[in-house]
């Protein structure tokens, strides 16, 4: 059973690859679009963990003087891509910082930011609850005075009257 060459269904062969010219040319001087972005652009070079530098085993929560450069100025962990750990140390970094903040050895956001939230937003996240308002003084209830006003004098006090009935009595006769 021979099968015909000319066949619809099959595709004519391909001709053998050969490489444009000077294709080469862009990956050597570090152009092309290698990490999706337009020609030219490099790709950054990657950071490298320094706890695997300094054959950190175990990141101490003591050590707050290494820690605190993994908190941004807002008092938020930065993220791996940021500081450059590896995985392995970025959850250990994590649980360290935690740890700190637990200890109060680390702020759990910063000063500035605290000044900016409303006492409401700041009762909520668990601060100091918001200052009362002032109230004015206790007054018994016959002393009431508008809030709009000048202050009245107080009304004089009046005895009350004697009762007198409706319908005199009879006199009895005599």
Same mark, same amino acid.
């Given at each position: !059973?021979?099968?015909?060459?000319?066949? $619809?269904?099959?595709?004519a062969?391909?001709?053998?690859?050969?490489?444009?010219?000077?294709? *080469?040319?862009?990956?050597?001087?570090?152009?092309?679009?290698?990490?999706?972005?337009?020609?030219?652009?490099?790709?950054?070079?990657?950071?490298?963990?320094? /706890?695997?530098?300094?054959?950190?085993?175990?990141?101490?929560?003591? *050590?707050?003087?290494?820690?605190?450069?993994?908190?941004? *100025?807002?008092?938020?962990?930065?993220?791996?891509?940021?500081?450059?750990?590896?995985?392995?140390?970025?959850? !250990?970094?994590?649980?360290?910082?935690?740890?700190?903040?637990? !200890?109060?050895?680390?702020?759990?956001?910063? *000063?500035?930011?605290?000044?900016?939230?409303s006492?409401?937003?700041?009762?909520?996240?668990?601060?100091?609850?918001?200052?009362?308002?002032?109230?004015?003084? /206790?007054?018994?209830?016959?002393?009431?005075?508008?809030?709009?006003?000048?202050?009245?004098?107080?009304?004089?006090?009046?005895? $009350?009257?004697?009762?007198?009935?409706a319908?005199?009595?009879?006199?009895?006769?005599?």
């Amino acid at each position: !059973m021979a099968q015909e060459s000319s066949s $619809p269904d099959r595709a004519a062969p391909r001709a053998p690859y050969r490489p444009r010219e000077g294709g *080469d040319r862009d990956r050597d001087r570090g152009g092309g679009r290698s990490f999706g972005g337009p020609p030219g652009m490099r790709r950054p070079r990657r950071k490298v963990c320094t /706890f695997c530098v300094d054959k950190v085993q175990r990141i101490d929560y003591k *050590d707050v003087g290494r820690i605190r450069r993994y908190i941004s *100025d807002r008092g938020k962990i930065d993220p791996r891509r940021k500081s450059g750990t590896c995985a392995k140390h970025q959850r !250990m970094l994590t649980t360290a910082l935690k740890r700190a903040r637990l !200890m109060a050895m680390l702020p759990y956001t910063a *000063d500035h930011v605290r000044g900016l939230m409303s006492p409401q937003a700041r009762a909520m996240a668990g601060g100091p609850p918001p200052p009362k308002p002032e109230r004015p003084p /206790f007054r018994p209830a016959g002393e009431f005075r508008p809030a709009g006003g000048p202050p009245r004098p107080p009304a004089p006090v009046q005895a $009350p009257a004697a009762v007198t009935p409706a319908v005199a009595p009879a006199e009895p006769p005599s």
